[in-house]
């Protein structure tokens, strides 16, 4: 049993809470967004409550996990720039043990929730997961790492989409498409936050593959990803909800590719755009499910 003097201090347990980026939910929702359209799509918009609950727990022990991994591959990175430097493994007012301690922790999880899935979710689960570890090492040697990670998120899809039904199917791959275009496009405005410091380091980023088009290469991402969604709501029947929420999406995505294109944008609109894509996948969750339904 623990006495007082070993139970760990609240600077730790709020240090682990900044580990796992729960003080910025921005992040988590957005990968349990393209999970949440794959199953309710699947599922006609009617998925079973307790697999909801599963998709919505293994995204969030998935992406605690990735956080983490994140953190301890970069620690010696993130101190030289300004986005990261007061992350917890990067201000050492965390220990790498207790972060290996936490990863593990966040796979044991995410695992356990994997074995409520059917085999083809589950190894899909086991695929995912040296894409995970791997993602932040792409920066060190592969030009556009964000690609990486947007591969990563696109296993939400598969995942949710084979639990819900068992199978992978035209619109799972459309709408996996969709997915990866998406992430690859507010990833790489998150990127540009960081384009100075990058440079300076010699990692690599898709803001600084794509140079003075990094810009006009988001609005390509997003363009794309409208045509894939429209190509999936035609393919599954799609009523009119879905597509108010299309067209609202793509209103938002080319106001701020227009905005990106801007000289001089200070670092924290970069940010706030990154968190309106949460709010745009909220959007074009509901017009799924209220195209699905009605």
Request: hydrophobic share 55%; with cysteine; aromatic share 12%.
């Amino acid at each position: 049993m623990l006495t007082e003097s070993d139970r760990p201090t609240e600077s730790t347990l709020l240090a682990i809470v900044r580990l796992l980026r729960w003080d910025k939910p921005a992040g988590r929702l957005i990968l349990m967004i393209p999970a949440l359209w794959a199953v309710f799509l699947a599922a006609h918009g009617r998925p079973p409550a307790t697999l909801v609950g599963v998709i919505v727990l293994g995204t969030l022990a998935t992406s605690a996990a990735g956080c983490v991994i994140n953190d301890l591959w970069d620690r010696d990175i993130d101190p030289q720039v300004e986005r990261t430097r007061s992350r917890p493994l990067a201000s050492r007012a965390l220990k790498v043990q207790t972060a290996i301690g936490v990863a593990l922790i966040s796979f044991a999880c995410a695992a356990i929730l994997a074995f409520y899935l059917n085999p083809l979710s589950f190894w899909l689960c086991v695929a995912a997961v040296p894409v995970i570890i791997c993602y932040p090492l792409a920066k060190r040697f592969f030009p556009v790492p964000q690609l990486v990670l947007s591969i990563a998120w696109g296993f939400a899809v598969l995942i949710s989409w084979s639990a819900a039904v068992g199978k992978l199917e035209l619109a799972t791959w459309l709408l996996w498409g969709a997915v990866v275009l998406w992430t690859l496009g507010f990833d790489t405005v998150y990127a540009m936050s960081d384009r100075e410091d990058d440079l300076r380091l010699g990692v690599n980023s898709s803001a600084i593959f794509f140079g003075d088009s990094a810009a006009n290469a988001v609005g390509f991402f997003f363009l794309a990803t409208v045509g894939l969604l429209v190509a999936m709501g035609i393919n599954l029947q799609l009523h009119i909800g879905f597509w108010f929420a299309i067209l609202g999406a793509a209103i938002l995505w080319f106001l701020q590719y227009s905005q990106l294109r801007k000289a001089d944008i200070p670092r924290p609109v970069y940010g706030q755009i990154f968190r309106q894509n949460v709010w745009v996948g909220f959007v074009l969750l509901a017009g799924m499910i209220v195209g699905e339904i009605f």
